[in-house]
Every structure is written in C-alpha cells, then in structure tokens.
C-alpha cells in the first residue's frame, strides 16, 4: 500500500486550507472504498500530517489536528499541499521545517501535488524552478514577481511534470483531486467520484474564470503610462510603432522593457485589456457579438472571436450564454 501526507501548514492556514484537507481525504477514503468493494486492494494509507497539534482558523471556528507529526513519516508515496493564507511571505521555523520535509521526501521519490496557493509553499522549496506551474489567477503577479525561474501558467488548471502537479484556484482542487484517483488508482474509480462528488471530468482550463487586471508593481515609468494609454483607448487599434514613437523610445527596447515588466508582449497585453473589457459587457448588457466587438477596437469578426477563445477559452457566444442568462435568451 502506497502512502499519502496531506500537509497542514503550520500557520499558514485559513478557511480554504480546511476544505482542500477536507475534500482530499474525503475523495481519497471514497476511492479505497470503491476499489476495495471492486475487489482489489486499498491504493494509499492517507495521513494529515502537521508540526502544532491543532491548526485554527477563523477565530477558532475550525480547526484540523494532524494526525501525525510531519517528521515521523520517513517515507511516503504522495504529498498533498493545501491551500495556504493570502500572506505567503511569512514563513515561521516550522513551515520552513514542512518545506525542508517536502524537499527530502521529492529527492527520496515521493510526488508532490499543490492546490491553488499551496504554489507558493511548493515554489519556496525550489522544487518548481525551470518547471510549468499554476495556481490561482489572483495570486498570479505575486507569484511572478517572487518566483521569475518558475514558468507559470494560470490559464491551465493542472500541470503534470516529472513527479510535481499544480492546480489552478479555489475548488478546483477537486478536479485535481479527480485527476490523481485517476492516476493513481485507475479510470473507473476517477469516473466513480467524479459522479459520487458531481466534479467535471477532464476540465484542464482555467482561463475562463480568470479576470485580467494588469502587472503594474514593476515600476517602470514608461511602461506605466504605455499601459494606461493602452487601457484608456480600448476602441482604437494601436499600433506597437506608435505606442514606442510616442514614448520616444526605439520598438526593439520598447518590447524588451514592456515584457519585463508585465510578463505579455505589448500585443498580448492590449488583446487581454481589450478582451476583459469585452467579457464585462457580455457579464452585464445586452450588446450583441458585433456592438461589443466594435466597442473594444476590432472589425473583423474571424479575429474577434479567435483571440476571445484564445484567451478565455471560449467563445465569445458561449461566454455571454454561462454568465449573461438575459442576454442569451436575446
């Protein structure tokens, strides 16, 4: 029988932390419960493991005790990373014990698995250096900003790479959750709990949920104002020729300086602007494909509508059917 930790991290929890724990063993327990009823043996021995002997949250009002204390497990097969508080930079002695833990489990052949900012904890091991990773679209800019070696990528809900998975945010843990079952056990039993706890199979997208708010922590002046301009004009088709003639600077610095910064191309950076703009009208008016599309800067319908599913994942019509009910039935 193989051996699963689900980590608590020692103050570091907070309300989401509790139903990743929560729902990772709940979906695992469900898992050895139907192969064993299948006929075969139990895949994990699953763990909560922890350093304090009660992890609160919310004043008191929930609370997960570890099973274990972390360094008495000298070997498992999987590690499980919650979710973490929003302050990601404050690591006591005993969460850099858990990551010390982590990183001797990896090297001995454990797996590691995080779910949405349990990135960060995972990052902080340097495990994740020079790998793709995801976590929630949210926490995007600070991850950027403390871990550059990490290729991030949040429009993905699960990345899969040499031993290390991540997830994108909130409750889609439990997609990943679905995704390891299946890994680990085989794909009847992931079919099995993803009809016994209701979670879409084979989702591998984030990209819809994400709401685009622009890098501007990276204080570059000139980028700054290149930003605000591009923001501040979403009907006009801005040429990457004006923008860097404008700001009196040669287009070969003008991409350089503007990727440092914000992580997208100047090109990239204006299709996003524009298309979150776009998804807000979907989300709140009646405007039709074609109004939306000229409000934003495009007259070219093909193009639209590429760059929209490109970037959301969708169409442009099947974005404003999920979440414009009014506007659908129109």
Not at 221 to 237: F, G, P, R, W
Request: proline share 2%; glycine share 6%.
């Amino acid at each position: 029988m193989k051996h699963v930790t689900i980590v608590v991290p020692d103050g570091h929890s907070r309300l989401s932390t509790i139903s990743c724990i929560a729902g990772a063993y709940e979906i695992f327990t469900e898992a050895n419960a139907y192969i064993k009823r299948m006929g075969k043996k139990e895949v994990f021995k699953i763990e909560i493991a922890g350093i304090s002997k009660k992890e609160e949250v919310n004043d008191g009002l929930f609370a997960v005790k570890p099973q274990i204390h972390i360094l008495n497990i000298e070997k498992t097969d999987l590690i499980i990373i919650p979710s973490l508080a929003r302050n990601h930079t404050n690591a006591n002695k005993d969460y850099l014990t858990q990551i010390e833990w982590i990183k001797k489990q990896y090297k001995l052949g454990a797996e590691v698995a995080s779910m949405c900012s349990g990135a960060f904890m995972l990052a902080l091991s340097g495990l994740l250096d020079g790998k793709s990773c995801s976590t929630h679209w949210a926490h995007a800019e600070t991850f950027r900003t403390m871990f550059p070696e990490v290729k991030l990528q949040t429009d993905l809900l699960i990345t899969d790479e040499k031993g290390i998975y991540t997830n994108g945010g909130a409750y889609s843990f439990l997609n990943l959750m679905i995704y390891l079952v299946e890994k680990y056990y085989d794909r009847q039993t992931a079919i099995f709990c993803s009809k016994m706890f209701q979670i879409e199979m084979d989702r591998n997208n984030q990209s819809a949920f994400a709401m685009f708010t622009g890098q501007k922590l990276h204080g570059d002046d000139m980028v700054i104002k290149a930003q605000t301009y591009i923001e501040s004009n979403l009907e006009e088709k801005i040429s990457i020729e004006y923008l860097s003639s404008k700001f009196a600077i040669g287009r070969r610095n003008f991409d350089r300086r503007f990727i440092k910064a914000t992580g997208n191309t100047p090109i990239e950076y204006s299709q996003r602007v524009k298309i979150e703009s776009a998804k807000k009208a979907f989300e709140t008016t009646r405007k039709t494909i074609n109004e939306v599309m000229y409000d934003v800067g495009y007259a070219d319908v093909k193009a639209f509508r590429e760059v929209f599913r490109k970037i959301t994942g969708m169409s442009p019509l099947n974005y404003r059917a999920r979440y414009n009910k009014e506007a659908s039935v129109v």
